[in-house]
Structure formats: structure tokens, C-alpha cells
Nanobody, 127 residues
């Protein structure tokens, strides 16, 4: 049984930082690309960032480039997202999702081929 579990959400002021973590069990973790998807209140889900199976390449939504950093530790089956200089528009539920085919990891971060999802964590940024 595959389990995907996010942690690290919360309420912070604009300009603050958070670090999200995601652990995955039940798969061969380093066979999968993996990334973060978010859904703002009343909005649709959108790709935020993705990292390839071996960590060699990372992709970011334009509005988070330079502020967010994705990383993974394949020895711990873990994915991370460091979020800096947070803005109110970053308020959303953040989901961790695996991607066996690697097609999520492209410039446009299309929401395709996402195999397993966590339940998400809420991030709220106050102005």
C-alpha cells in the first residue's frame, strides 16, 4: 500500500519561510519523479515544482522561481520544499504527488501522470 504524507504547513506572515516535507512508502522511491501541486481557495490545482527521480533536474512555476527550492533525499524516501519570501498569493493547500513517467517534470508542470497523492497541507500567508 502506497502512503504519501506531507508535513510542515502552517500560518506565517508575508515575507516569512516554511519548509514542507513529504515521505512516501510502498514504492521504489527513486524510480519516481515527484513534486508539489497546490490549490488555492476557489482555484484549480496547479503544479508548483517537480524534481526528477535522481534529483538532477528541478522545475518551478514562474511565480515561485527564486523563492522556492525543491529537493529530495532518496535514502529517506523524502521530498522537501523550502518556501521563502512567502506572499499572500501562495496561500493554498499543498499536495505532494509522485510521477512514475516523469512527464510532470517539464517547464509547464502539467498535471499529468501523477500516480500517488498525499492529503495535502494548508499554508496560509497573512499580509
Amino acid at each position: 500500500q502506497v502512503q504519501v504524507m506531507e508535513s510542515g504547513g502552517g500560518l506565517v506572515q508575508a515575507g516569512g519561510s516554511l519548509r514542507l516535507s513529504c515521505t512516501v512508502t510502498g514504492i521504489t522511491f527513486d524510480d519516481y519523479a515527484i513534486g508539489w501541486v497546490r490549490q488555492a481557495p476557489g482555484g484549480e490545482r496547479e503544479g508548483v515544482s517537480c524534481i526528477t527521480h535522481n534529483g538532477d533536474s528541478a522545475y518551478y512555476k514562474d511565480t515561485v522561481k527564486g523563492r522556492f527550492t525543491i529537493s529530495r533525499d532518496n535514502t529517506k524516501n523524502a521530498l522537501y520544499l523550502q518556501l521563502n519570501d512567502l506572499k499572500p498569493e501562495d496561500t493554498a493547500i499543498y499536495f505532494c504527488a509522485t510521477n512514475y513517467g516523469g512527464d510532470f517534470c517539464s517547464g509547464s508542470l502539467p498535471l499529468v501522470g501523477l500516480d500517488y497523492w498525499g492529503d495535502g497541507v494548508q499554508i496560509t500567508i497573512s499580509s
